[in-house]
């Protein structure tokens, strides 16, 4: 292999490995740098990955246990741990199995090592047995992602006080589990666990669910996800934790303080956000500017304060997100080939992939009043919705949010089944500038869960047809 490069991208995970085949494919020479022994990052190994499969297979067994029958199946169905973590791993091992096909299709080199930056175009490749290997190069994309944040005082065995990483593996189902933090990954994990039976307890510090949500929708969701079984302790914090017996003792107080509580379990979930990745990559020997919560500082145009230095992903601001790392990938690379790459921070879906699954775009109604805009919104439930209805999974809602003035969409919230992937459509028509009128004029399918996104734009103008 070469040692001089145009580009080399330290870390293989969504913002890295996609920014590398995009830098290929516009001719420049490139490598990456990757600690761990597969590509893909956290999102592809201890990620969303990971946590879609098991989200899937114990949807699949709660719905087994609880609907099968009400459609003429009659099963009786039998949970085998050690078979569901071995359907997750499989489905990993695909994915991180395609990067490694794509980076090699590409022409792209591939080092196994920790990547530390000498100088702003050397790169010291350390790998874990074998000798160093200085790497010249043009230019450099930081892409080294996150890593689990802890609470202090709360030491992460990954066996009794897991990660999210320990909680996708889990040897067997915990009959108490408790998550501390109620985001999108304690919440999407609680749910796995909470499907395979475990009495699932999680304690928020704020007095809501899902922070930045949409307030209705994060209310909503909190409600659907109590009816399935889960227990909120919000506006909670925990101040103690005891492994000394033979279930775990967590104290908790109120946010604001008063009386403390004792709870019992037998797995603690640490699920409280995550910090940018930057320990190892020898970010003082070129200077490099980071926050002071640790995420590197970048331009425009993705640079940091050092020239020929550029970052993206979890590593720098914005939401720790799959595919807005993609973006910034994508429109580096641009950038680096003298193109105008560039990222539309106002159009980023997110998706909780709970069930129902939640899913917005844009602003939410609590931003929109705190920007002073004026704005219509309109609702439509899938209680009214004939394919939601006839699959009986009429749970949540579309909320369309309109300027009162221009009719141009500003936010789009769904709750309810396949939000995440109905959620696109509303990306593309705000990518457009697309108004309401505009979404309520798109013929849709028939029978789609869609129609529920036609007729809540069709309700800003307060003219639903099926309600
Ligand atoms: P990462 O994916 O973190 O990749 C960084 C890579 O850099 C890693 O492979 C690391 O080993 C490597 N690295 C670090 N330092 C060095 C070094 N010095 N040298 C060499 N290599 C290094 N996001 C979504 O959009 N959708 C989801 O459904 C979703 N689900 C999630 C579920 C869980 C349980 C978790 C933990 C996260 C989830 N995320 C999800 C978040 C998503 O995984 C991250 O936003 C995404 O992986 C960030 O991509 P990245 O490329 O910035 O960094």
Redesign the pocket.
């Known amino acids: 292999m070469s040692t001089s490069y145009d580009l080399i991208v ?9 920014c590398a085949i995009r830098a290929a494919q516009l001719g420049m020479k490139v490598a990456v ?4 022994g ?15 499969a098991l989200l899937h297979a114990s949807e699949a067994y709660a719905e087994a246990t609880e609907h099968f029958a009400e459609m003429g199946i009659k099963v009786k169905p039998e949970l085998d741990l050690a078979a569901m973590l071995a359907f997750k791993d499989e489905g990993v091992k695909g994915n991180v199995d395609g990067i490694e096909y794509l980076l090699k299709k590409n022409k792209i080199d591939a080092y196994v ?4 930056i000498l100088a702003p175009h050397q790169v010291e ?1 350390t790998p874990e047995k074998g000798g160093k290997q200085t790497l010249e190069t043009k230019a450099i994309v930081i ?6 944040a802890h609470v202090p005082g709360i030491d992460v065995d990954e066996k009794r006080i897991v ?3 320990g ?2 593996s889990l040897p067997k189902v915990p009959k108490r589990l408790i998550v501390i933090g109620g985001g ?2 304690g919440l ?2 609680g749910s796995v666990w909470s499907r395979l039976e475990s009495e699932v307890t999680v304690v928020e510090m704020l007095h809501t669910i899902t922070p930045g949500l949409d307030g209705e929708v994060a209310k909503q969701l909190q409600k659907i996800l109590k009816k399935q079984g889960l227990t909120f302790k919000l506006g909670a914090k925990v101040t103690g934790v005891d492994t000394s017996g033979k279930s775990v003792k967590l104290t908790i107080e109120p946010a604001e303080g008063g009386k403390a509580e004792t709870l019992e379990c037998d797995v603690v979930l640490v ?1 409280i956000g ?1 910090v940018p ?6 970010l003082a020997n070129v200077g490099v500017e980071t926050h002071a919560r640790g995420r590197i500082v970048v331009d425009h145009h993705f640079q940091t304060n050092v020239p020929g230095i550029y970052a ?4 720098i601001a914005g ?8 973006e ?2 994508v429109a580096v690379a641009e950038i680096l080939a003298g193109q105008s790459g560039h990222v539309n921070y106002d159009v980023i879906p ?2 909780v ?1 709970t069930a129902p699954e939640v899913a917005s775009v844009g602003k939410t109604e609590e931003q929109l009043k705190e920007d002073g805009i004026a704005y219509k919104a309109g609702k439509f439930p899938f209680t009214a919705n004939g394919r939601a209805k006839v699959n009986r999974t009429t749970e949540g809602f579309v909320k369309v949010l309109a300027d009162a003035v221009t009719d141009r969409v500003l936010g789009v919230h769904i709750i309810g089944p396949d939000a995440g992937t109905m959620i696109a459509e509303a990306a593309v028509l705000m990518e457009f500038g697309g108004s309401a009128e505009d979404l309520a004029r798109t013929c849709h399918a028939h029978p789609t869960l869609n129609e529920s996104v036609k007729e809540a734009a069709l309700a800003v103008d307060k003219r639903p047809i099926h309600m």
């Open positions: 330290i870390g293989t995970g969504p913002g890295g490995y996609v740098v990757e600690k761990r597969t590509h893909g990052g956290t999102c592809l190994n201890v990620g969303c990955i990971p946590s879609k090592g920790l990547g530390t490749v892409a080294t992602g996150s890593e689990v990660s999210s990483t909680a996708l999108y990954i999407e994990l699920s995550r990745n930057t320990g190892s990559l020898g993206i992903g979890d590593v939401p720790m997100l799959a595919h807005k790392a993609e910034e990938g997110s998706v992939y």
